[in-house]
C-alpha cells in the first residue's frame, strides 16, 4: 500500500538532487568576487537600517486563521464528495446541515468583520 | 522494462521500484526541458499580444533563446549577502520547483502512462499545491530584507485565500466522477467537465491565476511597490529556479484543467492508440494554457484588499454554492448512478449545463446590483468633496464593498 508511494519520494529525492546540482553549476562557472555594497541587503540604493524581520501587521494572521478553519472544512467535503453517492438521502442531508452551519459562521464572520483587510 | 530487470536476476518488488524511480526522473527530466519551450511559447504569446515580434534571434522562431537565457543565467554571480539564513535560503527555490514537477506525478498523460495513480489523486494535488506558498515563505523570511518579507506575507495571504475555492472547485470533478484518482476522473468524463460545470471552470481559473501570482493577481511581486517581491534577493539560477517554477506551475494548471474538466487524454481513438492521447492531452492542456496567458495579458493588477475581497467574499461563497448544486442535482438526476457512454452523460451534463447558466446569471444581477451602489457611493462622495486631489477618490473607494 505505502509501496505505491515510493516514486514520490524518489522524485522529491531526485528534484532536491537536481536543484542543488543547478546550484553547484552556478558556483562554478559564475564568477565570485563579493565586495561590502555587494553584500548588503537590498533597500533601494539607501544605507539598511534596522532589523529586516520587524513585528507583522495583525491582518495576516487573521487570514491565516480564517484559511486553517475554511480548509479543515474544505478537508471535511472530500471524503463526502467521493461517496455521497453511496451515502444516499442520510448523507445528502447531513452535509446540508454541516453546510448550513458552515453558511452560518461564515455570515457571523463576515458581519463581524473578519473578512475587511483594512 | 520490469521484466527484463526481473530477467537479470531481481527481485519483484525491487525491479519495479527501479522502474518507477526511472519513470520519474524520466518525468522530471522532461518536465524541467519543457519549461524551456513553455518560457520561449510564453513569450510568444505575450509580444503577439502587445504588438511585438517576441524572441526571434536564436535559432529558428527564437527557439533556443530560453537555452541561451540559462547558459547567461548559470554565468552570473550568484550574490549571497550579509544576515540570509543559509538553509533556508538555498532550499526555497529548490521547493519551489519540486512543488510543481509533484503536481506531474499524477498526471495522467495516456490511458496507461501516469506516474503513480494515487487513489487520492485530488487530495494529494491539494497537499502538493500548498508546498509553494511555504517555498515563497521561506525565500521572504530568509532574505533578510524588508521588501521581500512583505512581499512574502502579501503573497502567502494571497495563495492560501485562494486555495479554499480552488479546492472546492477541484471537489467538482471528484463529485462528478466519484473518485479522487485522476485517472478515473478522466475515465468517467464521456462528456467533458467543462459542459457539465462551466462555472467551476471559472472559479478554477481564476483561483489558479491568484496562486500563480500572476497578473491581474501579481501582487506578490509588484515592482513599483515591493521591488521583486520574496525573489528580491535572488541572484543567479537561484532567480532562475523560482522563473522556471513560475512557467512551470502556469503550463501545469493548463494541464489540471486538461485533466479535470477538459477530458484529458480522452479523444477519437485514444483508448487504441496511447500516443494519441498524450496529443489530446498536449492540445488541451494548451487551451487552458492559453487562456491563463490571455488573462495575464488583458487584465491590469488589481490592489491587495480587492484581492483578498475578491476570494474571500466572492470565490469562497460562490464556489461552496456550486459545489452543494452540482452535488445535489448529481444526487436527484435518474441516471447518473452508471454512466458508461457519451449518451448516458448527456442528458446529465446538460442539465447541469442548464443549472449552471441560471447561476451565473443570477452572480451577474448581484455583482450588477453590487456593482450600481458603488458608482453611486462613490458619485456620493465625488459630490460631497468637489474639489479633491487626484488618486483620494479611489483609494477611499473600498473595493467589494459590503456594509
Known sequence: MLSEYAPIAALLVISVGMGILILFISRIFGPFRPTARKLAPYESGMEPFGPAIRRIPVKFYRVAVLFILF????????????????????GLVTMGVFFFVLTVGFIYEWKVGGLEWE | MTDSLIDI?????LAVLIAKTLGVFALATVGLLWTFFCIWAERKVAARFQDRLGPNRAGPFGLAQTVADAIKIILKED??????DRWVFNLAPILSVMSVLLI??????????????LSIGVLYLFAVGSLGSIAILMAGWSSNNKFALLGAFRAVAQLISYEVPMALAMLVPVVLAGSMSTQDIVRSQHVMYLIAAPL?????????MAELGRAPFDILEAESELVAGYQTEYSGFKFGLFYVGEFLHAFTVGL????????????????DVPALGFVYLLL????????????????????????????????VPLSLVNLIVVAFLWKILPGTDSINSAGDALVPSLVLLAANILMIAGVGML???????????????????????PGSVADAAPAGASD
Request: aromatic share 14%; no cysteine; charged share 20%.
Open chain 1, 71 to 90: 480548509d479543515i472544512e474544505v478537508i471535511f467535503f472530500l471524503p463526502w464528495a467521493v461517496v455521497f453517492r453511496d451515502l444516499g438521502s442520510y
Open chain 2, 9 to 13: 536476476g531481481l527481485s519483484r518488488g
Open chain 2, 79 to 84: 550574490i549571497m549577502h550579509q544576515g540570509v
Open chain 2, 104 to 117: 506531474w506525478v499524477v498526471i495522467p498523460f495516456t490511458p496507461t502512462l501516469i506516474g503513480v495513480d
Open chain 2, 200 to 208: 467551476t471552470v471559472l472559479i478554477f481559473i481564476i483561483a489558479s
Open chain 2, 256 to 271: 489540471l484543467i486538461a485533466v479535470l474538466f477538459l477530458g484529458g487524454w480522452r479523444g477519437p481513438f485514444a483508448e
Open chain 2, 284 to 315: 488541451k492542456s494548451f487551451v487552458g494554457y492559453f487562456a491563463v496567458m490571455w488573462i495575464r495579458m488583458t487584465l491590469p493588477r488589481v490592489r491587495v484588499d480587492q484581492i483578498l475581497d475578491l476570494g474571500w467574499k466572492f470565490l
Open chain 2, 367 to 389: 455583482l450588477r446590483e453590487e456593482g450600481r451602489r458603488e458608482r453611486a457611493r462613490i458619485a456620493a462622495r465625488r459630490a460631497a468633496q468637489p474639489v479633491s486631489e
